[in-house]
Every structure is written in structure tokens, then in C-alpha cells.
């Protein structure tokens, strides 16, 4: 594995035809602002590592980080509607509304076939991505099948591999998918085009394999599935069982040359590491949420 420079060629003389879109988390609903800001700040370093920039980034939100956005082509859209927090304070998920939201102005924009690849705000991206899909442009989409977690309490990775544990089955940013303008919603509540059927990125392949337009592998690792950073929504907010700690912890990564490609290729993870004691760390940020909304619920 090699890591390509920082930044990339330089395409603004031509239409995008490739787009990022991200769901963020409302101020209101996060237990931790800050590291809700610092994990999109790193997702956004590893796009701007990308080789080729002739991409936008759109980022469905309802507060605007302070984050650095230089050298990107960053669009935020802030939300009509209030935070995801109900009557008693307990916040909720609002990522498939604002990933319609993406659709809708994801329609405003285009006037050609583009690819789209939803990204959550605390994934990393491979540098080579947008180049390896726009120079092989197979009019159908990509899929990671291959790709990395890292558990952020300890600074252990393991590989997602295609035939026992592929990636697209644990995390949301696992696909590149092609669009033509037809097939994105024109208005909202508009769910009958294409781009509305790739709502859950368990049957992002499914929804394509059926339409006829088979999304291609990937073959190399393509993404990071940062886990265990205070403010992952599958078992902090969910309070979901926790199998990818136990999947990553079993068998990390030990050889010394790997992991320094790793960290050339995404140099965001030094920064990600909690102190020692991260263990007391993930758990404290738990209960910490717990009795936030056990205080919600009294007062309500």
C-alpha cells in the first residue's frame, strides 16, 4: 500500500460527476459536539487526500461545524425541520430523512449521469477512491467489499474481507452508486426513483443486482469504519450488541509494515486515538448518555 500525495489533479474545468453525501448528527441530539465535529473534520482530511478533486461534498445538517473545509468543495444544507429529539429528550435518527434530503438537491444540481457515494461523518476514505471509479466510469456503481475497522479505544484494526465478513454489511459508506437526473427524487417526499431504494446499505448490492445495474467490486480496501469514538450511532445511541469490537479485537492486525501503510494512507487515525484507559473512556461516554436521558425523562 502506498499513499499518494496530498491533493490531487485538478478537474474544475469539468462538470462534477462525482458527489459525497453527508448525513451529520444535530448539535441538539449529539452527546458530544465537539467530537461529532472532530470526527467529520477527519472524514473531510481524507477527501481532501483524495488524487483526483473534481468532487463536491454535500452535507445534510442542521448546524454548521467550525471545521476547516479548505480545498474542498463543501456545500452544507441545513434542515427545515427541528432537531430529532423527542418529547422527553431522547434524541432520534433523522439520517434517512436528511439522506433524502442529499437526493433532493443532489437533483437540483446535476444535468448528466453522476456518482454518489453516501458517507457517514466519521468514515475515511481511500486516497485513490474517486480516481479508481471516475477513470474506470462503468455507468453502474461500486461496492466495498474489502475495507477496515478501527477501534478507536484501543488503535487496533482488522480487515472486512468479501467472502466471510465483507465491509458493505457493517458500514454505511460501502458503495459508489450511478444516477442519471431521472433517477433522483425531483421534490420532496418524492420516493419513487431510484435513488430512494438505496435507503439501507445492507441491500445497496440487492437493490442494484435487481435493477440490472450490478454494482463492481472493488478489489482492493477500499474505507475505514472508525468504531468505538464516543458518538457511533450503532451502540451508543442504539445501545445495539457491540459484535464489530469483539470482530476487531479478536484478531488485530500485528505486523509492523502493514499498520505504517495504514497510517500513511490514513494519517486522521493518529489523531482519533483516545489517552490510555480508553476502555473507561468508551464506557464513561455510555453512561454518560444513559443519564442524560434518564434526566430527559424526569423532567419531562
Not at 496530498?6 to 452527546?31: E, K, T, V
Not at 483526483?52 to 444544507?77: E, K, Q
Not at 426513483?193 to 450490478?214: D, K, M, Q
Not at 450503532?234 to 464489530?244: A, E, I, L, N, S
Request: charged share 30%; hydrophobic share 30%.
Amino acid at each position: 500500500m502506498s499513499a499518494p500525495e496530498h491533493g490531487g489533479s485538478d478537474h474544475s474545468d469539468q462538470p462534477i460527476r462525482f458527489y459525497f453525501g453527508i448525513p451529520l448528527r444535530a448539535r441538539a441530539s449529539a452527546l458530544n459536539w465537539t467530537q461529532v465535529c472532530d470526527n467529520l473534520a477527519r472524514t473531510l482530511d481524507s477527501l481532501a487526500r483524495q488524487t483526483r478533486n473534481d468532487f463536491r461534498v454535500l452535507i445534510s445538517c442542521h448546524d454548521i461545524p467550525d471545521i476547516d473545509t479548505r480545498g474542498l468543495n463543501v456545500r452544507f444544507l441545513q434542515a427545515g425541520f427541528a432537531p430529532p429529539v423527542d418529547e422527553q429528550g431522547k434524541p432520534r435518527s433523522d439520517k434517512h430523512k436528511k439522506k433524502r434530503r442529499l437526493g433532493h438537491e443532489l437533483a437540483k444540481e446535476v444535468t448528466d449521469g453522476v456518482y454518489f457515494m453516501p458517507l457517514d461523518a466519521d468514515d475515511l476514505i481511500h486516497p485513490e477512491l474517486v480516481e479508481k471509479v471516475l477513470s474506470d466510469d462503468n455507468r453502474r456503481g461500486y461496492l466495498i467489499e474489502r475495507g477496515w475497522m478501527f477501534n478507536t479505544a484501543t488503535g487496533h484494526y482488522r480487515e472486512c474481507t468479501e467472502k466471510q465478513n465483507p465491509f458493505w454489511r457493517y458500514c454505511g459508506s460501502c458503495a459508489v452508486i450511478y444516477f442519471e437526473p431521472d433517477e433522483l427524487p425531483l421534490e420532496k417526499g418524492d420516493k419513487s426513483r431510484y435513488y430512494s431504494r438505496f435507503l439501507n446499505h445492507i441491500h445497496y448490492a440487492e437493490v442494484a443486482e435487481e435493477a440490472g445495474r450490478p454494482l463492481a467490486p472493488f478489489s482492493d480496501a477500499m474505507a475505514v469504519y472508525v468504531i468505538n469514538h464516543g458518538e457511533n450511532d450503532w451502540t451508543v445511541y442504539r445501545q445495539r450488541p457491540d459484535g464489530k469490537t469483539h470482530y476487531v479485537e479478536q484478531r488485530p492486525v500485528r505486523d509492523r509494515r502493514q499498520l505504517q501503510a495504514l497510517k500513511v494512507l490514513y494519517p486522521q487515525l493518529d489523531a482519533a486515538t483516545p489517552p490510555p484507559r480508553a476502555w473507561s473512556w468508551v464506557c464513561q461516554q455510555s453512561r454518560r448518555l444513559r443519564r442524560r436521558l434518564s434526566r430527559r425523562s424526569g423532567h419531562a
